[in-house]
Every structure is written in structure tokens, then in C-alpha cells.
């Protein structure tokens, strides 16, 4: 039997230790028990970090559709399976039972069909947070196509860019989309973007604020009519373990975004168990995950992994702050939540407005918080533990990567004593490791270190779409034979883990990951910029904001620094989208670099810290002399 349901500290011991000293035989066991198999695998593990190369339960057949879909009608027919919660309180909430949720995925995956899309054809998807989002992911996967869901604040520039890279040939949107008092012309949007992606012959639209959008002739189609004229009856496409399920980008520290490849089996069995256990559901609990679709946390626990286990689960399409910063409080009174999936950032922005709108409405549903997406810092912590989990709902800080596909390291609640700002232990299946720069591991307790993972779990991303290499290079590099996350972490005495933050190029603001590179660049397609170099500095709500260091071409110095600073955050809005903007731009007349060129960046975030007290060495830099003329004029 396996011990798919933890309940007790001493079992997680007991599981882990299993999962590390036989790892087959334990996921075996979790993948024969829980799943609908069309096929049982020949191997269930074979894997080569080397390579790097690795299979799960190979020579398996399935669709991950009927497991999340079909298995459950027998039993929850009629139990909602997707409660869509408007961005309007007005409006009606919608349930969305497992028997709807069926029909409406046959009848999207037939769209698919009927619009030429086949096993193995890449889609994009780039909606909002509204129902026809998971049920077209779920169309896609019931097909075998792979979707790759984008995020819908990202610009026309870093859609089309994405479009391209897996050469996408469909796009699913909306006329457009609503996000508190605004209206966003998301079909505007993807017109532009389309303009540069030729590979794409359709675009399906749904319906949702009724916006005048122009269609074009032969490429557009309004979903609605197709849908209705669809069967809805479709066979589910018989998919291999190691067919990709989908491609999901994400920005690293130089170049352009990668897309990480999520493959079938692994993805599943990992997702759901996790699901389970991280958020101790029961049959008839209510699950709300706040993240967006578009990024892995709405892919693995708004979608996949609530629904293999025939989970209700809540798709917020709004903001917190409309028309309130009441709203998550309302909806958690309102629904009967029972699980609150969140980030860091957001409980920062609410606790910032007081426990006045929180006590307005009844939380005692509350079982089980979580948080993910950057550390959590303690004050948060506390003011999450105290004001709404009442001191009796366990705070779940579950570190882990759009990579990882599923949760890493996580207290398990109730069975797991929490700490505040540690994300406690390894998941069953997790085998982290601490290493140094010289590439040794750490050992012991009360050691801090780069993390790392050596071994493989289930549902680990298999490559970057396209350049397999650029995986190896940047995950399997820098420490031989072992899984590098480019985060750094302490280990206290018990083994408990504490996320220290990235000891790369990626900074984390507002819980999404952000490359440095990618908006350097953007920024230095003002005509006015010469360079510039762009690091984070800690920031009350965001975690961290953005600090660029500007210096101008002679043509753009005599101009007015606000209007410039403006055309700067513009571009970067065109180019990536409002989340990479900067909070702070500081123009100079050089950079401190090293005899070999290269920006030291170290000194800039100590400096955008400010930190200057010890700023190292300076005598080894090319120009150490700038490095006064930026701490003069810091913001
Ligand atoms: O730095 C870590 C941080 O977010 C990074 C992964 O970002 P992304 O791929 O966008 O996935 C976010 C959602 C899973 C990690 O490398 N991170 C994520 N969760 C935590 C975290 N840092 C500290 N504590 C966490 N709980």
C-alpha cells in the first residue's frame, strides 16, 4: 500500500525515508494506486543528469484529461469541479460540475479538431482568469496538443515572442479582459502581436466584455458558435508518459525567455500527490489557489493537480483591491474556502490595509494557508498566521519553480511543525542538497548553501523547448550531477530549510521572476541610452523593485530626466509588460566594471540596498572613480 495521504510527523519520516532508499518502488506504488492508466509503464524511473536525460514511468499510456475528468463522473458527477468567481461581486458565481466540465472540454477539444489542430501542435492560450482558460488547457491536453498558456498582463512584443519560439499555430484569447475598474483590449493586443507570427493560421475568441474588436477574415473566429456546434462526446488521445503536455516560458538571467517542457506521467503523479498532501484535502473542501492560470502555480494546483483529485477549485478572475482590498476576505466568507493559496506579496499589500475589512467577514472556514512565489517574510507571517488563519490554520510556505513543475519543500500541514520563513522539509521524493562555490556538498546542519537537487523527481521539466543545450547549460552546469535551482538556502539545526532568495540574475518582484537582461535590453532600446544595468533592492510590498543605472548617449543629455525616466518605463510596458518596470532610475556617467568589461553588479545592488558601508574591493575595478558619482547621486 502506498502512504498516499500523510497524517502524522512520523509517517512523513517513515514515507521520505522510503522515497529516498527505494524511489521506484515509492512511486510505483503512488502511480498504480491513485491513476486510470490506458497502459502500466515497462520502466518507472531511467534518468542521466549528465545529459541531461529523464524518463518516468516509460512506456505508460494515458491521458491526463480522464484522469482529472472522466474517473471522477461515476462518483462526482455533480460535484463542481471549477467554481469561477467573477471580477465583478455582482455578477453570479459559476459552477461548473465534473459532468459540465466534460462536456465542455469535448466540445473545445472537438473545436481544436475541426480548426486542424493535431496530437504534438502547439497552442497558445492568452486569456484571463475565466472558465474557457482551464477548459482549453484541458482541451489541449485531451487532444495531445501541447498547450503553452500565456500569461495576459505580458505585452504584444513578449507574446509574439513566445508564439514564435515553440511556433505556435493557434491562439486562444478574448475580446478582452476585466481586472478591477479596467478593461484590458486583450484581443488588440494579440492583432499586434500576430502581425510578426506568421505561423499562426487561427485564432479562436471568446466572449467576455463584449469590446468592439475587429476580426480578421479568416483567422478569427468567435468560439462561442463553434462550441455550440460541437459534439460532446471526444476520445481522449491515447498520450505516451513522456509526451510534453505543455510549455510554459520563464525568464532567466540573460537571453530570452526560456519554455520549459512539462511532460505527461511524471507531471500527473507529482501534481496531484502533492496536491493532496500539501493541502490536506478532504471530498468536500472548497480549494482557492489565487494565482493566475499563466503562471505554474495556476498550471499545477488550480488545474491539474486539484482536479486528479476530484478537487473543487476556485478561478479568481479579479484583483484584491476591487472593489475593495476586502475582496479575497469576501470570497473566502462567501464560498466557504477551506484552502487559501496565495503569495507573499499579496498578504503585504492587504495587511497594509489594516484588519478592519478582514473582520468584517467570517474566515472560520479556514483549514490550511499557503504562500509560494518568493520568501515570505516574518512580519507577513505573523500577520497572515494571526489575522487569518486565527492562530489554527497552518501556514504552508511551499518553495518550488515554474522547473520543478510541483511543490519542493513544504511543511505538510498538521503533520509538520511550522517555522516562520522556512519552508521546513522535503517533500517525499526531494533530495536537496547544499553546495559550495567550489561545487562540494554541505553537510550538516546549520550550514547555508547554493541549492541544488540530486536526484530526479516526477515532474521535473525534461528540457527548454527548442535548445536543449541552454537546459543543460543552465540547470545541469554549475554543479556535476545535480539539479541547480540558482536559489541559495540555509539549513537550521533540525534540517529545515529557509529560502535565502536567487544567487543569480533573476530577481523576484511581486512573486514573479524577473531577468535582468531581458529589461537591460528593453531599456536600451531608448534612443537616448547608451547602457544600462538593472538589479533589486528590497521593497515593503513588492519583496523586491527594480533599480536601473541609465547612462545616456550625448544626444539625451540635455533632456528632461522625468520625461525620459517615462519613455524608459513605456518601453519596458511595450517590450515585456508593467510588471518590469522600474521603481528607480538613476542616470550616470559609467558603470563600475571589472578590466575584463564586465558591470559588477555587486557593488550597484549594495549601493541600490543601500548597503555602501562595505562595498569590497573597488581598487581592481576599470573606473573605480564612478563609483562615488553613483553613491553621491543614489535614489
Ligand atoms: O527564488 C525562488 C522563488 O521563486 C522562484 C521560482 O519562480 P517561478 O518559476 O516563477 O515559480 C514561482 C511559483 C512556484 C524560486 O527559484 N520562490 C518560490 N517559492 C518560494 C520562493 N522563494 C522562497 N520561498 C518560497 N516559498
Redesign the pocket.
Known amino acids: 500500500m502506498s502512504n498516499y495521504h500523510i497524517k502524522h510527523l512520523e509517517e512523513y519520516y517513515q514515507v521520505y525515508r522510503k522515497s529516498i532508499r527505494e524511489p521506484e518502488n515509492f512511486w510505483e506504488e503512488i502511480a498504480e494506486e491513485h491513476f486510470m492508466w490506458r497502459k502500466k509503464w515497462d520502466k518507472v524511473l531511467s534518468w542521466d543528469f549528465s545529459k541531461p536525460e529523464v524518463k518516468w514511468f516509460e512506456g505508460a499510456k494515458l491521458n491526463i484529461t480522464e484522469n482529472c475528468i472522466d474517473r471522477h463522473l461515476a462518483t462526482r458527477g455533480d460535484k463542481t469541479a471549477i467554481l469561477f468567481e467573477p471580477n465583478n461581486p455582482s455578477e453570479e458565481a459559476e459552477h461548473i460540475t465534473y459532468y459540465q466540465l466534460y462536456k465542455r472540454v469535448n466540445q473545445f477539444a472537438n473545436v481544436l479538431k475541426e480548426q486542424g489542430i493535431k496530437k504534438g501542435d502547439r497552442v497558445c492560450i492568452y486569456l484571463p482568469m475565466i472558465p474557457e482558460l482551464a477548459i482549453s488547457v484541458l482541451a489541449c491536453a485531451r487532444i495531445g496538443a501541447i498547450h503553452s498558456v500565456v500569461f495576459a498582463g505580458f505585452s504584444a512584443i513578449a507574446l509574439s515572442t513566445r508564439i514564435n519560439d515553440s511556433d505556435c499555430n493557434m491562439v486562444i484569447t478574448s475580446d478582452g479582459s476585466y481586472r478591477g475598474t479596467k478593461t484590458i483590449d486583450l484581443k488588440g493586443i494579440v492583432d499586434e502581436a500576430l502581425e510578426s507570427c506568421d505561423g499562426v493560421h487561427t485564432v479562436l475568441v471568446a466572449k467576455r466584455t463584449n469590446s468592439d474588436i475587429t476580426m480578421k477574415d479568416g483567422r478569427d473566429h468567435w468560439l462561442t458558435p463553434l462550441l455550440d456546434a460541437a459534439s460532446v462526446d471526444c476520445k481522449a488521445e491515447i498520450m505516451d508518459a513522456e509526451d510534453p503536455l505543455f510549455i510554459l516560458y520563464?525568464s532567466g538571467s540573460t537571453g530570452k525567455p526560456k519554455g520549459m517542457v512539462h511532460t505527461t506521467a511524471g507531471y500527473m503523479v507529482y501534481t496531484a500527490y502533492t496536491f493532496k498532501n500539501v493541502f490536506q484535502y478532504k471530498e468536500d473542501d472548497i480549494y482557492w489557489c489565487t494565482a493566475d492560470i499563466g503562471?505554474?502555480?495556476g498550471h499545477s494546483y488550480i488545474v491539474y493537480g486539484p482536479l486528479a483529485n476530484g478537487s473543487t477549485t476556485v478561478m479568481f478572475e479579479g484583483v484584491p483591491s476591487y472593489p475593495d482590498f476586502g475582496r479575497f476576505w469576501e470570497i473566502i466568507d462567501k464560498h466557504k474556502i477551506n484552502q487559501f493559496y496565495t503569495a507573499p506579496t499579496a498578504i503585504r499589500a492587504l495587511a497594509k490595509e489594516g484588519v478592519g475589512l478582514v473582520e468584517k467577514h467570517d474566515l472560520s472556514s479556514l483549514k490550511v494557508l499557503g504562500?509560494?512565489?518568493?520568501?515570505i517574510n516574518e512580519e507577513a507571517w505573523h500577520w497572515y498566521n494571526d489575522n487569518i488563519g486565527k492562530k489554527k490554520s497552518p501556514i504552508v510556505?511551499?518553495?518550488?519553480?515554474?522547473?520543478t513543475g510541483g511543490i519542493m519543500i513544504t511543511p505538510i500541514p498538521f503533520v509538520t511543525p511550522t517555522k516562520p520563513t522556512y519552508?521546513t522539509l522535503p517533500f517525499p521524493g526531494i533530495q536537496p542538497a547544499l553546495m559550495d562555490e567550489n561545487g562540494q556538498e554541505i553537510t550538516g546542519n546549520q550550514v547555508d548553501g547554493r541549492l541544488c537537487i540530486k536526484f530526479p523527481w516526477p515532474s521535473m521539466a525534461r528540457t527548454i523547448w527548442g535548445n536543449h543545450q541552454r537546459y543543460k547549460d543552465t540547470y545541469f552546469s554549475a554543479f556535476k550531477n545535480q539539479y541547480f535551482?540558482?536559489?541559495g538556502a540555509l539549513r537550521d539545526e533540525v534540517g529545515y530549510y529557509r529560502?535565502t532568495?536567487?544567487v543569480d540574475d533573476v530577481i523576484?518582484v511581486s512573486g514573479h521572476?524577473l531577468g535582468t537582461a531581458p529589461i537591460e535590453d528593453a531599456v536600451n532600446e531608448h534612443p537616448a541610452v547608451a547602457e544600462s544595468a538593472i538589479v533589486g533592492f528590497p521593497h515593503d510590498i513588492k519583496g523586491n523593485a527594480l533599480y536601473g543605472y541609465v547612462i545616456l548617449k550625448e544626444t539625451g543629455k540635455g533632456r528632461d530626466q522625468n520625461n525620459l525616466k517615462m519613455e524608459i518605463n513605456q518601453i519596458i510596458t511595450e517590450q515585456i509588460g508593467p510588471i518590469a518596470k522600474l521603481d528607480k532610475i538613476q542616470f550616470t556617467s559609467g558603470l563600475p566594471k571589472t578590466r575584463s568589461g564586465k558591470i559588477m553588479r555587486r557593488i550597484l545592488r549594495k549601493i541600490a540596498c543601500k548597503e555602501t558601508d562595505n562595498l569590497g574591493d573597488t581598487s581592481t575595478l576599470l573606473n573605480p572613480e564612478v563609483v562615488q558619482e553613483i553613491m553621491d547621486h543614489s535614489l
Open positions: 520563464t503562471w505554474i502555480t504562500s509560494v512565489g518568493e520568501p510556505d511551499t518553495w518550488w519553480q515554474t522547473e519552508a535551482t540558482g536559489d529560502i532568495g536567487r523576484i521572476n
